[in-house]
């Protein structure tokens, strides 16, 4: 998938357990990765167009997910202990393991 601004983007179906714990960590992501231009993640992956505008769903933000590669380890495992907490995730998932899998993805596009 193109965009008119030279994006390249892909779409791929995940299997559900996946697709949670994706979803999950792009929550914790969002609140803890300085966001561009101070604008929420939320908002930055929004629709807008002249006649109306709509919050992105559904999707899983590769960009967002692929920077929990860069972050020091002790701050990943604390971002694994929030997603545990917060979000009621049942992670049996070490931080290598949530790397690895990142990775694997980020490697598909």
């Known amino acids: 998938m ?4 030279g994006y390249i983007g892909l ?7 996946l697709y949670q714990l994706l979803m999950s960590l ?3 992501l969002a609140k803890y990765v300085p966001s561009v231009g101070k604008i929420e993640h939320g908002t ?3 629709f807008e167009s002249d006649e109306r505008s709509d919050v992105s769903c559904g999707f899983v933000d590769g960009d967002l997910i692929e920077t929990y ?5 002790t701050v990943q495992q604390e ?14 998932t070490s ?3 949530l790397v690895k899998i990142i990775e694997e993805l980020a490697r598909i596009h």
């Open 69 to 73: 590669l860069d972050l020091p380890k």
């Open 11 to 17: 779409l791929l179906q995940l299997p559900p357990p």
């Open 95 to 97: 931080v290598e393991e």
């Open 26 to 28: 792009q929550l914790v």
């Open 2 to 5: 193109g965009a008119i601004s």
């Open 79 to 92: 971002l694994i202990k929030e997603l545990h907490g917060e979000n009621n995730v049942q992670l049996n």
């Open 44 to 46: 930055w992956r929004s």
